[in-house]
């Protein structure tokens, strides 16, 4: 979904006031590009909505006092909120800058059914705006991510692994209990926006995040916008094929997907058929990693195949990529064994051979450890840029 030019102006002037306040009027034009008259009627009616607040700076010179303008970094939040791998919800408060006023986290029950999981956010989120004492007035809209396929557009999730499938009216629910307007997106989307909004490369809008965890995802910036597709649904990264027809069988019900052997549950169940082992459930699935890893540091077993081949795989998808998209950079976050350097030098290998060579190395490519913490960040940067871009 693609913002119109009036909310892309919008969007636009807010992030370079956020970047560079205090900042005024007749400075905008220079950052922004727009004209002066975009501007004052931009500018205009953000004052008008609290969003930005006007301060009269005494001049030096006689005549009138110059004003600059400021993102209102009080009285007006947002709040973002995710399911975590551990069967968490992580719930985080912001202001319209974007700083965070308060953390909470709270123990999701075990469910089946998508309708029960949006119950239990709403009672949580209940709870958590009561503990931070904020008017419920003055929050502008909730942002909810999940690992699942959601259409961001109604707020709709139709599928997260171990629930029913949907589609679930999400956003609708946790709206309605807590008459609070609230949006739904995918967790890839939400650590590509915590990138742009946060990251080292923090305004940078042209990248590909792909996140390396239980499963494998995707999420595109280019032109300062995250590309959501024509249906709403993020990129699949993780279902392209790389052992087509013949491969793995992936939950998606394909073969030979990327998932199937490159995210995080593909090598614990790989790794636990070469040790001849039963794989653990979901929900054990990331203590199972941990000990893995460990007993292969200790070299009691031996998992590099595995995580060999996942390596050359993700190589060979990155430079697909590439190679189709050229980014400006990628990101790949992903547990601590991905900085290995024998399996950075498997990924490198198999990302030079297959990239094509008028892209080979001109695109910038980033290791990060994940962080829990991001998932919150991103649902409220998702909030801001809707308060941000919408009138
Ligand atoms: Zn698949």
Redesign the pocket.
Same mark, same amino acid.
């Given at each position: 979904m693609r913002l119109s030019d009036q909310e892309y102006n919008r969007l636009l002037l807010l992030k370079k006031l956020r970047a560079s306040e205090p900042v005024a009027r007749t400075d905008l034009v220079a950052l922004t590009g727009l004209t002066g008259g975009t501007i004052t009627a931009i500018t205009a009616d953000l004052v008008n909505r609290g969003i930005v607040i006007e301060e009269k700076v005494a001049s030096s010179s006689r005549g009138r006092p110059r004003v600059n303008l400021r993102i209102n970094p009080s009285g007006k939040y947002v709040i973002g909120t995710t399911a975590t791998g551990d069967g968490h919800a992580l719930t985080e408060i912001v202001n319209l800058r974007g700083e965070s006023l308060g953390v909470s986290t709270a123990k999701l029950q075990t469910a089946t059914r998508i309708e029960d999981l949006a119950g239990q956010f709403a009672a949580v989120l209940e709870n958590a705006i009561s503990g931070w004492q904020v008017r419920r007035e003055d929050i502008f809209r909730i942002g909810v991510g999940l690992p699942g396929i959601v259409d961001s557009r109604t707020g709709s999730v139709e599928q997260i692994v171990t629930y029913e499938p949907g589609p679930c009216d999400f956003g609708g629910i946790v709206s309605r209990a807590l008459g609070i307007p609230t949006l739904v997106d995918n967790n890839i989307n939400l650590l590509a926006r915590a990138e742009h909004w946060y990251g080292a490369g923090a305004h940078a809008g042209d990248f590909t995040l792909i996140n390396v965890d239980l499963a494998i995802g995707a999420a595109l910036y280019r032109g300062g916008q995250l590309i959501s597709g024509a249906h709403g649904i993020a990129s699949?990264f %993780?279902?392209t094929k790389i052992v087509p027809d013949v491969g793995r069988t #992936?939950? #998606? %019900? +394909?073969r030979g #997907?990327l998932? +199937?052997y490159c995210s995080v549950q593909a090598i614990i169940e790989q790794s636990c058929e070469r040790l001849g082992r039963v794989p653990p459930s979901y929900d054990g699935m990331n203590a199972c990693f941990d000990e893995l890893l460990r007993e292969h540091a200790a070299a009691e077993i031996d998992i590099w195949p595995v995580l060999e081949q996942a390596s050359h795989y993700l190589g060979i998808a990155v430079a697909n990529h590439i190679t189709m998209q050229d980014p400006e950079a990628v990101i790949i976050l992903g547990p601590p064994v991905a900085m290995m350097d024998r399996l950075r030098g498997t990924f490198f290998a198999a990302l030079e051979q297959n990239t094509f060579p008028a892209l080979r190395r001109r695109t910038k490519l980033h290791f990060k450890f994940s962080d829990k913490s991001a998932y919150a960040r991103g649902a409220a940067a998702m909030v801001l840029e809707h308060v941000y871009a919408t009138s």
């Amino acid at each position: 979904m693609r913002l119109s030019d009036q909310e892309y102006n919008r969007l636009l002037l807010l992030k370079k006031l956020r970047a560079s306040e205090p900042v005024a009027r007749t400075d905008l034009v220079a950052l922004t590009g727009l004209t002066g008259g975009t501007i004052t009627a931009i500018t205009a009616d953000l004052v008008n909505r609290g969003i930005v607040i006007e301060e009269k700076v005494a001049s030096s010179s006689r005549g009138r006092p110059r004003v600059n303008l400021r993102i209102n970094p009080s009285g007006k939040y947002v709040i973002g909120t995710t399911a975590t791998g551990d069967g968490h919800a992580l719930t985080e408060i912001v202001n319209l800058r974007g700083e965070s006023l308060g953390v909470s986290t709270a123990k999701l029950q075990t469910a089946t059914r998508i309708e029960d999981l949006a119950g239990q956010f709403a009672a949580v989120l209940e709870n958590a705006i009561s503990g931070w004492q904020v008017r419920r007035e003055d929050i502008f809209r909730i942002g909810v991510g999940l690992p699942g396929i959601v259409d961001s557009r109604t707020g709709s999730v139709e599928q997260i692994v171990t629930y029913e499938p949907g589609p679930c009216d999400f956003g609708g629910i946790v709206s309605r209990a807590l008459g609070i307007p609230t949006l739904v997106d995918n967790n890839i989307n939400l650590l590509a926006r915590a990138e742009h909004w946060y990251g080292a490369g923090a305004h940078a809008g042209d990248f590909t995040l792909i996140n390396v965890d239980l499963a494998i995802g995707a999420a595109l910036y280019r032109g300062g916008q995250l590309i959501s597709g024509a249906h709403g649904i993020a990129s699949e990264f %993780g279902h392209t094929k790389i052992v087509p027809d013949v491969g793995r069988t #992936c939950f #998606c %019900g +394909a073969r030979g #997907c990327l998932q +199937a052997y490159c995210s995080v549950q593909a090598i614990i169940e790989q790794s636990c058929e070469r040790l001849g082992r039963v794989p653990p459930s979901y929900d054990g699935m990331n203590a199972c990693f941990d000990e893995l890893l460990r007993e292969h540091a200790a070299a009691e077993i031996d998992i590099w195949p595995v995580l060999e081949q996942a390596s050359h795989y993700l190589g060979i998808a990155v430079a697909n990529h590439i190679t189709m998209q050229d980014p400006e950079a990628v990101i790949i976050l992903g547990p601590p064994v991905a900085m290995m350097d024998r399996l950075r030098g498997t990924f490198f290998a198999a990302l030079e051979q297959n990239t094509f060579p008028a892209l080979r190395r001109r695109t910038k490519l980033h290791f990060k450890f994940s962080d829990k913490s991001a998932y919150a960040r991103g649902a409220a940067a998702m909030v801001l840029e809707h308060v941000y871009a919408t009138s």
